[in-house]
Structure formats: structure tokens, C-alpha cells
T-cell receptor, first 115, second 115 residues
Framework: AQSVAQPEDQVNVAEGNPLTVKCTYS??????LFWYVQYPNRGLQFLLK??????LVKGSYGFEAEFNKSQTSFHLKKPSALVSDSALYFC?????????????FGRGTSLIVHP | DAGITQSPRYKITETGRQVTLMCHQT?????MFWYRQDLGHGLRLIYY???????DKGEVPDGYVVSRSKTENFPLTLESATRSQTSVYFC??????????????FGAGSRLTVL
């Protein structure tokens, strides 16, 4: 079985400060991990993914995420937050050894960047 | 225009009525999905499809019906709408990748209100 948890419903950060949105996962094998972002009244958009290789993955809009196998985490980070980064962020996981092509999404974390 | 389109974007209906939400994608992606998004629940998978004429139930299929006679279309029907089906519905598609690292592309959503 595959599962993912986003322990924070909301993250508040001041513009210009670094941000972190947390994600932990559970799979039986090696995970495929994804981050998506949802702006108000829009569908989800893909940000970045980890499949294999370098643990630090860079994605769109200056975001990056670090895969940590020992902590089963895939936290989303950005060195300097912008007000326009305010959105809902979803982490997703897929266990390729499970035979399913369907990812499991977390409940989402609302990121609020204050001017 | 290329992409994934959902219609209608907004719909208000009454309890007991049949409602169909349309989803059309122009990429000939193999996989298509229907999710509902509700506060406190994140994204929940309703139905999914691996190809034309192949559909499967997701996490919350009760009260919904899908069909996929053509690769590009994946309509979702609420046969007798209930108030608990008030939600925002997202259609998504993804191509088949041998690596399994497929990314979902989402439509803009259909906001359904059942009175």
C-alpha cells in the first residue's frame, strides 16, 4: 500500500524568507514522488518529481525538493518566498512495485506568503 | 487548442437530477482520472481509465458512472445527485510511460452545487 502525509494544513511565511512544505510517505519499495500546486480556481499543476538519482530535485518557479529515504520525506523548499507563491500544495506518491499507475495525493498544505 | 477541458465549469442542480460532467483531452493520453476535491479530504479518486472501454473504480465511486468510448473523452455522470456530491470535480490525464513516472495534467475543474 502507498500513502502520503502532509502534516501541516497551513504554512505562513514572510516574503523573502525561505519556505518549507513538508511531506512524508509510506511505500513498500522505492517511491516515485511528486509535488503539484493549485492556484485559486484552477486545476493542479505539476511542479517537480523524484524518480531516481540526485536526492535534490529542482522544479518550476524556483522550487526544489529533497528526497530523504531514511526519513521517508520529500519536503518542498524555496530559498526566498514570493507573495505569488501563495497557493495550495499537494504531495503525491506512487509505488511502482505495486503495479498501479495511480498516485496517492496528500490532503494539501495551504501556503500563505505575507508581504 | 491543445489541453484538457472540462464542462461545465459551474453547475447548480437539484437533488435527484442526473448530471453529466464532460472531460476532453487533445493529447491522446492513455490514462484519465476523475477526482473530487473537498475541504478536509484533499483529492479523492472517483474513477479512472487506462484506455478506451477500460474503466475502474477509485476510492469513492458510489453514485457515479463513467464511460470511455473514445480515448479523448471521459464523462462523469451523477445518476441521481445528492447534496453530499456538492464538490469541485477535476478531470486529469497522463500518458503511458514505460518508466511509470507519468505526470498528471489536470483540467480547470467543475464546481457542482446540489440543492
Amino acid at each position: 500500500a502507498q500513502s502520503v502525509a502532509q502534516p501541516e494544513d497551513q504554512v505562513n511565511v514572510a516574503e523573502g524568507n525561505p519556505l518549507t512544505v513538508k511531506c512524508t510517505y509510506s511505500v513498500s519499495g522505492n517511491p516515485y514522488l511528486f509535488w503539484y500546486v493549485q492556484y485559486p480556481n484552477r486545476g493542479l499543476q505539476f511542479l517537480l518529481k523524484y524518480i531516481t538519482g540526485d536526492n535534490l530535485v529542482k522544479g518550476s518557479y524556483g522550487f526544489e525538493a529533497e528526497f530523504n529515504k531514511s526519513q521517508t520525506s520529500f519536503h518542498l523548499k524555496k530559498p526566498s518566498a514570493l507573495v505569488s507563491d501563495s497557493a495550495l500544495y499537494f504531495c503525491a506518491v506512487r509505488d511502482p512495485s505495486g503495479g498501479s499507475y495511480i498516485p496517492t495525493f496528500g490532503r494539501g498544505t495551504s501556503l500563505i506568503v505575507h508581504p | 487548442d491543445a489541453g484538457i477541458t472540462q464542462s461545465p465549469r459551474y453547475k447548480i442542480t437539484e437533488t435527484g437530477r442526473q448530471v453529466t460532467l464532460m472531460c476532453h483531452q487533445t493529447w491522446s493520453h492513455s490514462y484519465m482520472f476523475w477526482y473530487r476535491q473537498d475541504l478536509g479530504h484533499g483529492l479523492r479518486l472517483i474513477y479512472y481509465s487506462a484506455a478506451a472501454d477500460i474503466t475502474d473504480k477509485g476510492e469513492v465511486p458510489d453514485g457515479y458512472v463513467v464511460s470511455r468510448s473514445k480515448t479523448e473523452n471521459f464523462p462523469l455522470t451523477l445518476e441521481s445527485a445528492t447534496r453530499s456530491q456538492t464538490s469541485v470535480y477535476f478531470c486529469a490525464s497522463s500518458e503511458y510511460l514505460l518508466s511509470g513516472a507519468n505526470v498528471l495534467t489536470f483540467g480547470a475543474g467543475s464546481r457542482l452545487t446540489v440543492l
